[in-house]
């Protein structure tokens, strides 16, 4: 009778913290190459996020790139806009500023992310595409 009690108080909280956490979203964020960063662009629900500054954008970026610089003191409200459950393809000059971003937005509840590793220095050696 003492295991029963024992164990029934043991589960009853167990149960109470899952029943909790149900509902919760999953982040994911992806790292990714620019040899695999192809196939996510080309899907068309698939929106790009460039992070540098306007100055860098302006010097070149990626097709249908949305300029949000994670270093400017509009970044939280600008993402704040965005659709959580989209998918966002986010990158900077060499892939530092594009980690933070991403970190930030996980936090902020975004649930597909992807982080392209290297920035747009390694996606134009790779032959990608950059537009003025």
Not at 111 to 120: A, E, H, K, W
Request: charged share 15%; hydrophobic share 40%; with cysteine.
């Amino acid at each position: 009778m003492n295991r029963i009690a024992l164990a029934s108080a043991l589960l009853i909280p167990v149960l109470a913290l899952s029943a909790c956490s149900s509902g919760t979203s999953t982040t994911s964020v992806t790292d990714v190459t620019a040899a695999q960063a192809s196939s996510i662009l080309d899907e068309p629900a698939t929106k790009v996020i460039d992070v540098r500054t306007a100055q860098e954008f302006a010097g070149g970026h990626l097709p249908d790139a949305v300029n949000i610089d994670i270093e400017s003191n509009t970044f939280d409200s600008r993402i704040a806009e965005l659709p959580k459950d989209a998918k966002y393809f986010v990158y900077c000059r060499s892939g530092n500023r594009s980690g933070t971003a991403t970190d930030r937005m996980s936090r902020a509840g975004f649930t597909s992310l992807y982080d392209l590793q290297g920035g747009i220095q390694v996606w134009a050696n790779a032959g990608g595409q950059v537009v003025v």
